[in-house]
């Protein structure tokens, strides 16, 4: 295999540059990544329904049902696209991947990659306060509106700044598969290539930049697809012919949408970081050649 050969040309780029070629790779690969986004989102869909598809139905608390299914989108929005992260970082090398060995390996990722997503990144416990919330119909608006306003934006804000500044961890894990741990200091455990590609003079300040304007892009996004949506439901007609509302639903749909292309931005940003501060390019080469090397003397 030509490690110096990959589907996207190893080079820095600028922010718009990337957000541009991340359109091009979903469009190029739309296929098997917009199927990954529903094995990924589909379950948390259900279970974000179970939880608080009580406020899309009721007339008075349907305008909350908008912000609290934001709030989870946002606090899923890795662990779910993590199928996804997979099969781009095996794209870059191999083309087109298949879709069953992408789900059957990270499937196999081990306790600590659950843990830090699930419970360091606070999906778990937001799941656990929005189930609070749907029982706090029975305490009044009052504490309804502590877990709405409260509880659960603070579980969401908590969790995102570790995602901000250190956004790159599934790329690690799934990737790159470092060990978790190692005494000896001249391996590359997950600990010491977290803090190396995350910590670096000027990475902090990028990074976090990165990941504010990648969820206002997300909101924007999300809107832009709702709207849509919307404007297609009004030409085919759908509502019109429905006894349901289906505005809740295209807002889900749009929300995910927007998950997916960043998902592709992220997984963009981890190889222009490793370009910029490892000299990734040159790497490739190095590996290149002495595998060619070795083959030719074999």
Known sequence: MDFSKTFISIRTRSAFQIYDLAILVCVEYFKPLIGLLAIGAFPFILLDCWLIGWLATDYKDFRFFYWVMFLLVVSQAQIATTFMTHYLGQAMFFGRPKISTTVKEVLRAGFYFHWLHGGVRMVVPVLICCFFLSRSIELGAADRYLYLFLYLPALVAFGLAFRMFRPFVSEILLLEKTPLRSKNETVVCFHRRSTSLHYRQGAVDWLFGQGVVSLLLGLFLGLAFYAGL??????????????????AWYWLVALWLSVGFLCVARFLFYIDTRIRQEGWGVELRMRSESRRISEMVT
């Open 230 to 247: 919307l404007q297609l439901d009004k030409i085919l007609n759908i509502q019109a012919n429905s006894e349901w509302s289906y505005a």
